[in-house]
């Protein structure tokens, strides 16, 4: 977003309107920051009003230009609601209040009613439809995602929220217990949505959505023990973010999709295609801890232990905050299946100590569980 969305000259037209601020999560310094307006998912956007510093609205998730002129514009209409608003104003304003407090399973109460009353034009609709399937999701609430998906796909078909909704229908009918009657004729329904989604070339979205699309129908190829439709699709993946990194106009740009090209070039058995790419990034960003960080995980694939280690050192002294965790518990997979258990376990440790460490606001006891749970499993 920041590299290829905010750089958009169209948007010079919102510069007055807001008093813009953008959050490093990871730096400690923005830890009681972070508390006052916690994120569960990056990126989030969120408009503030300023009298009380309360979250008016709250975003998840990428989005193209037009996408963030509408986000901007209701966001300003939130502030600017009245208190004494009635019908579905006041039903929104409710709605956005639960979903801005991180309140999912009372904001999908109350989105769900906001769409049961609102006309099939309502220029709110799609908002409230992408944060119910966002908000349902964070609840854990598989079947209420199924049933909007199914609900509200063919409405959207064609539009950005037809894409999360066939995304989530499909990430809702994976998750379903393999048992499940109706397991396989949902995953297959929604699968086709995602493919036709991919396949629509006027669908307006950014490729960093239609790369989230990729991830997730290589997920369903997987799930399905195709391999070889795995690895095939995954290549494909790879030769889409090829193409996006070589529009991409900085360095920045490129690295935007490194992440996703990783993931692609594992998946499809490919470690060392991407090898280059990462090698590259670190030569143009020699500040940024992300680099190396995932070169390490390529070596590991590639089998390559001190050079992944290597990369691993390099990351480890650029890379701060509760990112340092993930690097840390990476560098202990590299460990363990080198064989060495006893690093692996010291590395954990550690990872643990520094779990520990981190302020509120960025202290997360579920990751520290985690790790320790993955350090009770590890062989002495």
Same mark, same amino acid.
């Given at each position: 977003?920041?590299?290829?969305?905010?750089?958009?000259?169209?948007?010079?037209?919102?510069?007055?309107?807001?008093?813009?601020?953008?959050?490093?999560?990871?730096?400690?310094?923005?830890?009681?920051?972070?508390?006052?307006?916690?994120?569960?998912?990056?990126?989030?956007?969120?408009?503030?009003?300023?009298?009380?510093?309360?979250?008016?609205?709250?975003?998840?998730?990428?989005?193209?230009?037009?996408?963030?002129?509408?986000?901007?514009?209701?966001?300003?209409?939130?502030?600017?609601?009245?208190?004494?608003?009635?019908?579905?104003?006041?039903?929104?304003?409710?709605?956005?209040?639960?979903?801005?407090?991180?309140?999912?399973?009372?904001?999908?109460?109350?989105?769900?009613?906001?769409?049961?009353?609102?006309?099939?034009?309502?220029?709110?609709?799609?908002?409230?439809?992408?944060?119910?399937?966002?908000?349902?999701?964070?609840?854990?609430?598989?079947?209420?995602?199924?049933?909007?998906?199914?609900?509200?796909?063919?409405?959207?078909?064609?539009?950005?929220?037809?894409?999360?909704? %066939? &995304?989530?229908?499909? /990430?809702? @009918? *994976? $998750?379903?217990?393999?048992?499940?009657?109706?397991?396989?004729? =949902?995953? +297959?329904?929604?699968?086709?949505?995602?493919?036709?989604?991919?396949?629509?070339?006027?669908?307006?979205?950014?490729?960093?959505?239609?790369?989230?699309?990729?991830?997730?129908?290589?997920?369903?190829?997987?799930?399905?023990?195709?391999?070889?439709?795995?690895?095939?699709?995954?290549?494909?993946?790879?030769?889409?973010?090829?193409?996006?990194?070589?529009?991409?106009?900085?360095?920045?740009?490129?690295?935007?999709?490194?992440?996703?090209?990783?993931?692609?070039?594992?998946?499809?058995?490919?470690?060392?295609?991407?090898?280059?790419?990462?090698?590259?990034?670190?030569?143009?960003?020699?500040?940024?801890?992300?680099?190396?960080?995932?070169?390490?995980?390529?070596?590991?694939?590639?089998?390559?232990?001190?050079? %992944? &280690?290597?990369?691993? /050192?390099? @990351? *480890? $002294?650029?890379?701060?905050?509760?990112?340092?965790?993930?690097? =840390?518990? +990476?560098?202990?997979?590299?460990?363990?299946?080198?064989?060495?258990?006893?690093?692996?376990?010291?590395?954990?440790?550690?990872?643990?100590?520094?779990?520990?460490?981190?302020?509120?606001?960025?202290?997360?006891?579920?990751?520290?569980?985690?790790?320790?749970?993955?350090?009770?499993?590890?062989?002495?």
């Amino acid at each position: 977003m920041r590299a290829n969305v905010f750089t958009d000259k169209s948007l010079a037209r919102q510069a007055g309107r807001f008093v813009w601020l953008a959050m490093n999560t990871e730096q400690a310094v923005n830890a009681p920051l972070r508390k006052q307006f916690p994120v569960a998912a990056l990126p989030t956007y969120l408009v503030v009003d300023p009298e009380d510093e309360k979250i008016a609205l709250r975003w998840v998730g990428g989005a193209t230009v037009p996408q963030l002129h509408k986000l901007l514009d209701d966001g300003v209409a939130a502030v600017e609601r009245k208190p004494g608003a009635r019908g579905l104003d006041a039903l929104l304003a409710t709605a956005d209040g639960h979903y801005a407090a991180q309140e999912d399973s009372a904001a999908a109460v109350a989105y769900r009613e906001v769409l049961a009353q609102a006309p099939a034009d309502w220029p709110q609709r799609a908002r409230a439809v992408d944060a119910l399937l966002f908000a349902q999701q964070m609840a854990d609430d598989n079947p209420a995602c199924l049933a909007l998906a199914q609900a509200e796909l063919p409405r959207y078909r064609g539009t950005p929220t037809g894409l999360g909704l %066939a &995304l989530g229908g499909l /990430d809702a @009918a *994976l $998750a379903l217990p393999a048992e499940d009657p109706d397991r396989a004729k =949902l995953v +297959a329904g929604f699968e086709a949505a995602a493919r036709a989604a991919l396949a629509d070339t006027a669908l307006k979205v950014s490729d960093d959505d239609r790369s989230s699309v990729y991830g997730t129908l290589v997920a369903a190829r997987d799930d399905a023990g195709d391999t070889t439709g795995k690895q095939q699709l995954a290549a494909e993946w790879a030769d889409f973010l090829d193409a996006a990194a070589a529009r991409a106009q900085t360095p920045e740009q490129r690295t935007v999709y490194d992440s996703h090209r990783l993931t692609a070039c594992l998946q499809a058995g490919t470690p060392e295609r991407v090898v280059p790419v990462l090698q590259a990034a670190e030569r143009d960003l020699p500040d940024d801890y992300n680099p190396p960080a995932r070169l390490a995980l390529a070596y590991k694939a590639l089998k390559q232990y001190d050079d %992944a &280690l290597a990369a691993s /050192d390099r @990351a *480890l $002294a650029r890379v701060y905050g509760p990112r340092q965790l993930v690097v =840390l518990q +990476a560098r202990a997979d590299i460990y363990a299946e080198q064989g060495d258990q006893a690093s692996a376990r010291r590395t954990l440790e550690e990872a643990l100590v520094a779990a520990a460490a981190l302020p509120a606001g960025q202290r997360s006891e579920r990751q520290i569980a985690a790790l320790k749970k993955k350090l009770e499993g590890m062989q002495p």
